[in-house]
């Protein structure tokens, strides 16, 4: 999915009240919880609760609801991020090919030095040099790769908090 940033022209942004920032806020910590124990919470009906996140989501507020997966707890040792320098002529190309690579897991077109900023899991450091070397360095118009690997998370947060 491509998130493309608004234009002025475009139509303007849903005007979110104090009860829509507390479902947001709510969901956020717990995707699960049921829109019954939500009503209690801000003290609205499971109806009510029901039709906002539906509208939200109707909105595209809510984009989707998914599960995060701890990557240690199911093997994947090596987490990494990716700066890369592409020929502008080519960076449509090589940003659809990525976004279809599993081990990648987010992607950015980014000002700055480099063009792309990408994130990559993967079991161990021989299946990233092997995304590297198979993967990365054969597609036409990468120019440079620069990557860093994760030593400790401290923080990480799926999302946009309100």
Request: aromatic share 8%; charged share 25%.
């Amino acid at each position: 999915m491509v998130y493309e940033y608004s234009e002025a022209s475009e139509i303007p942004p849903m005007e979110l009240d104090d009860i829509d920032r507390q479902i947001l806020e709510a969901l956020h910590e717990n995707g699960r919880i049921s829109y019954t124990d939500l009503g209690k919470r801000i003290g609205l009906s499971r109806v009510a609760v029901q039709a906002r996140i539906s509208t939200l989501g109707e909105a595209g507020i809510i984009e989707r609801f998914t599960v995060v997966i701890n990557p240690a707890k199911v093997g994947i040792q090596v987490s990494a991020f990716f700066n890369i320098d592409i020929e502008p002529q080519y960076l449509e190309e090589v940003a659809k090919k990525l976004v279809e690579e599993p081990a990648v897991t987010s992607l950015y077109h980014m000002t700055g030095p480099s063009t792309l900023h990408m994130h990559g899991i993967f079991a161990n450091t021989q299946e990233m040099e092997r995304f590297l070397m198979k993967t990365l360095y054969t597609m036409p118009g990468i120019v440079r790769v620069e990557t860093q690997m994760l030593l400790k998370r401290y923080k990480s947060r799926m999302g946009m908090k309100l």
